[in-house]
């Protein structure tokens, strides 16, 4: 994904702002932001990938870092009285410095869609957005997200325009493409052998997987303020190696590890959804995240086609997958006779339950 920088900064400057600053901050959202995400296998209600929602607690870091530079005492978003975005920026600008003072136009004023894009017009603002396309998009590296306009009717099926990093999967190629990514310490590190920083691996991977139309996302979401909303989102790279990520955790760590795990990436979900990326508990919760990750190395292969992207292998130096135990075929080194003291074992509570209660029950 590549923006114009120097265009960004104009349309700035031609809405009447004394300096315009841009900032490239895409190594440092990929490194201190997506991939601990990645680790925790960050979903929100099991569907979303939390682009726009990870990329705010770092656009509120610069945003704070800026006004300390500028010596400015107010900062000030765009964002409605309505979406999760407001609580986002809101909590995040007071937990780095609670001393700022917060501007919010849209929220304040009571704007609807239209009555922005009109505002914006009459200034001379130029904005994607028109009154015949009332749609609202936010893209990153990790995915795009698009809401408004006919999306707001869950029972409308979302126009082919609105997708952009993906291809339609009814036109993506009929051969399917296979693609091995390997990690270390659950971090992403080389795809198809060749070393890669996490913003190149990242773009590479949105690129072939959008090209076999992976993933699109329709999910009727609970937000935060209370109200549900119809959200479309794209997310190809996250999709892939979100999916190879929890495959290769499924081979390195415990029953309990990854049922823990699983608790714990609700919770964290929860917290980046919910604008609390900089509170004490993701920040605890990060810590157990990092620590669940020292054996998460090895590599795994995926399979994209027509939109779907399957895990088909998976290896590790650290893998508790053991093929003696495993295999019923020769080499068996299971121990069978060992099952029946154990079933024994096992089942004592509900026999015991069953003699005691059920069976006096029938009498």
Not at 89 to 108: C, H, K, N, T, Y
Not at 230 to 259: G, T
Not at 280 to 288: G, M, V
Request: negative net charge.
């Amino acid at each position: 994904m590549k923006k114009d920088h120097p265009s960004i900064q104009q349309r700035a400057l031609d809405t009447g702002a004394a300096k315009s600053c841009v900032t490239d901050a895409k190594e440092l959202f990929v490194k201190d932001y997506v991939f601990p995400a990645l680790q925790a296998n960050a979903l929100y209600e099991g569907q979303y990938p939390l682009a726009t929602a990870l990329a705010r607690p770092l656009i509120a870091r610069l945003l704070v870092d800026r006004a300390h530079q500028e010596g400015a005492r107010a900062v000030a978003h765009g964002c409605t009285g309505k979406g999760n975005d407001q609580v986002r920026f809101d909590v995040s600008i007071a937990a780095l410095d609670p001393r700022l003072q917060i501007i919010a136009p849209a929220r304040e004023w009571e704007m609807t869609r239209k009555e922005e894009i009109a505002y914006a017009k009459r200034h001379g603002i130029s904005i994607p957005a028109t009154s015949a396309s009332l749609y609202s998009t936010d893209e990153n590296l990790w995915g795009r997200s698009i809401e408004c306009g006919v999306l707001e009717d869950p029972w409308v099926e979302p126009p082919e325009d609105i997708y952009d990093l993906t291809r339609s999967p009814g036109d993506a190629p009929d051969k399917p493409a296979y693609v091995e990514i390997e990690f270390e310490e659950g971090i992403p590190v080389r795809l198809e052998g060749q070393d890669l920083d996490g913003v190149s691996l990242i773009d590479q991977l949105n690129e072939l997987a959008g090209e076999h139309g992976v993933r699109r996302i329709d999910h009727v979401e609970n937000r935060l303020v209370g109200i549900k909303s119809r959200e479309i989102y794209e997310a190809p790279a996250a999709e892939v190696l979100l999916a190879a990520h929890r495959a290769l955790e499924a081979l390195v760590l415990s029953r309990d590890q990854s049922r823990f795990h699983e608790r714990v990436t609700q919770e964290y979900s929860d917290l980046i959804y919910n604008g609390l990326w900089f509170s004490s508990l993701r920040q605890d919760l990060a810590a157990y995240v990092q620590s669940s990750q020292r054996f998460v190395s090895g590599s795994v292969r995926v399979k994209l086609f027509k939109g779907s992207c399957m895990v088909v292998g998976r290896k590790s130096p650290h893998s508790l997958y053991d093929l003696g135990l495993a295999t019923y075929d020769e080499g068996d080194l299971f121990d069978q006779s060992a099952s029946p003291g154990f079933i024994h074992i096992w089942g004592l509570p509900v026999r015991t339950q069953a003699r005691r209660q059920w069976l006096d029950r029938r009498k």
